[in-house]
Every structure is written in C-alpha cells, then in structure tokens.
C-alpha cells in the first residue's frame, strides 16, 4: 500500500511575515488531529530557512519550487541543490508547467535538474502535464510519454524511488477547472504503466503519483479515492490553513 502526499506549492505568494502567519496556523491546525499521510510546504525561496526552524519537530516536511542543475558560479538569480539542502529542504518541485510555460524549461533542462537533486539528496517532485490545445487534439498521452521519458532519461531504478511524480494537467492548474476522478486516474495509470516499461512493475508499483489542478476541499476525497491518485500537489487551496488542512484530512 503506498502512502499518500499531499504537498502545497505556495508559488509567488507570502512574505516573510505572512508566511510565519500561514505556518503557525498549520502547525496549531495539525497538531489536534492525528495525520497518517505525508505533508509538505513549498514556500518562495526567501521564506525557507525561516520555515525550516518553524517546522522542526512537526509532521510538516520543507520542499522547494525550483532550483538550477549547476553547483555554485555565474548563475545570477539562481539557487543550486546544496543551498536547498543547507536550508533544510528534503523536496524540491521541479518541471511545474509554470517553470516550462513561462520560463521555457526543456524536458532536457528538467532532466539535469532531477539529477543534479537526487546526487544532493533532494527529492524531486517532478511535474507533468498536458495543455488544453493537447488534450482536445488527442495527444494527452504522447505529451506526458515525451515528459515522463524525458525527465527520467537516465535515472536508475533506485533513483527513481527517491522521486514523486506529479501529473498537472495545465488547463486545471490554477483555472477551478479540475480533472474528473476518471480523467485524472486514467492518465496516472498510463504513467505508472509507462514507468513498468522503463523500469519494471515493483518500480512503478512503489512510484507516488500525485495529482495536481484545481485541487480543493471539496473535491480532494474523490480524487485520492482513485486506485493510482497517491496524494495532490495543492497551489491555490494551500494559501489558506484552513483548506489545506482539510484536503490533509481527506487524505
Ligand atoms: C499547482 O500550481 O501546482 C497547482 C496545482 O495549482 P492549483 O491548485 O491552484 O490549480
């Protein structure tokens, strides 16, 4: 039986101050309920060591949204692995359909970057995901085959335990449109059916799948009651305790 993720993607949102604020109330939501599923916080870059000391000894796990393939040197504006590290990050989010759409990162550029995280010990929670202009022409698949298969180009079976595979679908990301249950776990049973190809069925037995788009409270249950949905990447739902903690409860 796998174990569920659930991890909030906190984006261009909260400042030092509002993310104190957010983290104090998630600590003091959790701490009254009993959580069996894993949980993760992915603040901006500027608000990661402070939620680093503020989780200590909590369920909630650090991850970060980006960083760049290169160790240290010229790279202005970037922020390698080992700094992730340094702040206490044990997650990073990497390919989200922002990074590909808006800054142009490759399937090749996302590759290196889930190489260089897993020889520095970081997970990548690794995205993917088709456009709307792609799933009505039909090519849903191929577009998360070249994605998967892109990102995961040499990474070793072990590796691969090490990784979360997110399935974003881009026309439910951040739109309220959400992927039906049976849209969302038709695509993850072709991912993890792709990943027996790549590797071999206890490799993608094992392999978490989350789903991400749109994901609230009150549609969290009935997709991560789908056999191959392993928990959700949360953007907009997570910016309020109060949401996300119930999406956590209904894992
Ligand atoms: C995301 O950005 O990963 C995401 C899923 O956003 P939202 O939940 O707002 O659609």
Known sequence: MR????AGNWKMNNNLAESQNLI????????????????????????????????????IKLGAQNMYFEENGAFTGEVSASMLKSVGC???????????????ETDELINKKIKKALLSNLKPIFCVGETLEERESGITKDVVKRQVTGGL??????????????????????????????QAEEVHAFIR????????????D???????????????????SQP??????VGGACLKADSFISIIKAA
């Open 206 to 224: 094992n392999l978490i799948i989350q789903y991400g788009g749109s994901v609230k409270p009150d549609n969290a249950a009935e997709l991560l």
């Open 153 to 182: 180009k040499d990474i070793t079976v072990d590796e691969l335990e090490k990784i979360i595979i997110a399935y974003e679908p881009v026309w439910a990301i951040g739109t309220g449109k959400t992927a039906t249950p049976a």
């Open 90 to 104: 044990e997650y990073v989010i990497l390919g989200h359909s922002e990074r590909r759409a808006i800054f142009g």
């Open 24 to 59: 104090s109330k998630l600590i003091t939501g959790l701490s009254s309920q009993k959580t069996n599923c894993e949980v993760i916080i992915c603040p901006p870059f500027t608000s990661l060591s402070e939620s680093s000391t503020l989780i200590k000894d909590t369920v």
């Open 3 to 6: 174990r569920k993720v659930i």
């Open 228 to 233: 191959d949905i392993d928990g959700a990447l």
């Open 193 to 204: 059916e792709l990943v027996t190809g790549l590797y071999n069925k206890s490799a993608a």
